[in-house]
């Protein structure tokens, strides 16, 4: 019977299947049911995807976390190979929330993001690494004539193992959220900009050093006017850099109650701003107490 007691990382990753039966929570088990023999790549990739993915997820709810896991193979037969994942948790993530619990949110988040793609949904937060993962999760389905997976948590609830089926998909399905995770990829590859003039640029992180002209300078702006998200500093100007430095370096006031009116150059992706390329600073504001960070 499983114990509630939490394991420290060297011991999860020191114990056997038994073991983690023993002292787990819960684990997640992905069923293929395949009619063509599974590539190796194909098969690898899958699992390592979803330790990626449970690594991110950890860390969007503590990003000082990092998440671990081990996969068992449990069986395999014609046409079906059955996988057992026990994820750790560490113990500060424990302290807010129960472990089942964040096996379940897991598969409910991971499985949202397949089934999106599978109905021709991008997913606008996505990075490469994870779109790559994605793919991998759905690649050994879409290259078999007529597959089908199955992704499910097992949880250790009042004293009782509950097996909750999340998602499943089919071969279709399956070249479905290929197709759309392609097509974001490619999407994220064309990257565009255009021109504003006369913005209100407020810092929310500065830096007294040097920057390279054309690079991401390490500083970060909020243009709310363009997006209420801070993004990443270019200069693209000399003059636009020894004016703002002077004000980060040489000025009284402080850099974070100053307004820059400036002309900038908005980096895009996929339609989205990414970074701002500052072309010229107009001048220099003080704003207003409620207006400041």
Known sequence: MASSAWIDRDRFLEASYSGLMKCGQGYITIELNL??????????????????QYDRFIKSSRPDLAGESKIFIKEIRKGSIITEIFPFIPASL?????????????????????K???????????????????????????NDANGHATISTTTFE???????????FTTKEAREAAATIEKQRLDLDRTSSSDRERQ????????????????????????EDIDRRDLPLIYASELAEQRIKHEIREADRNIYKLG?????????????PIAYRVTAVHSVIDLPDDESP
């Open 200 to 223: 209100l640029m407020v810092f929310k992180r500065s830096d007294r050093g040097d920057a390279g002209l054309g690079i991401r300078s390490g500083e970060r702006v909020t243009i």
């Open 260 to 272: 820059f009116v400036v002309d900038v150059n908005i980096q895009l992706r996929a339609g989205r």
């Open 158 to 168: 009042k004293g009782v193992w509950r097996t909750r089926a999340d998602f499943s």
């Open 116 to 142: 999106d793609f599978i109905l021709g949904k991008t997913e606008p937060n996505a990075t490469k690494n994870d779109l790559k993962d994605y793919l991998n999760v759905v690649q050994a389905v879409a």
């Open 94 to 114: 424990i302290e807010f929330m129960d472990e089942a619990i964040i096996i379940a949110m897991f598969a409910q988040f991971f499985g949202k993001q397949i």
């Open 35 to 52: 009619a063509d023999p599974i590539e190796i790549g194909d098969f690898v990739g899958l699992f390592a995807a979803i330790g990626d």
